[in-house]
């Protein structure tokens, strides 16, 4: 059984990690915008594979965030719906995915940065 304190955590962990995956996207889109100021006028190969490598890896974690939202989005309706069955399970492996993910951001960040520093 389920109680509605416990049900209200998990309806709150979901809105915490939505909330960290759009602020997350949002930084990402600063990073695209980054990228557009730096990349004219290179022209050395090695930058030149940076600038489209960075480009495809924030168009990819764009795709993951909104995926993961969505997925986030199903599990807190699921949740909401079913409040006596306690998705402990399912919730824990989004807890998990939403960690991944936001290391993985953290990660591709830091490596951005040092790329386009002088």
Known sequence: MFTATEQQSLVDDCHQ???ELVT?????????????YFAPGKTDHDITTGI????????????NIHDLKH????????????PTFG???????????????????????DEF?????P
């Open 52 to 63: 489209e490598r960075f480009h495809n890896q924030l168009h990819l974690q764009l795709i």
């Open 17 to 19: 990690w939505r909330d």
């Open 24 to 36: 997350w996207r949002d930084r990402l889109q600063e990073l695209k915008t980054e990228l557009y």
């Open 87 to 109: 998705p402990r399970v399912a919730h824990r492996i989004i807890k998990d995915k939403v960690d991944m993910l936001v290391n993985d951001l953290d990660k591709l960040e």
């Open 71 to 82: 997925e986030i989005k199903r599990h807190l309706a699921e949740t909401e719906r079913y």
């Open 113 to 117: 940065h040092n790329f386009i520093k």
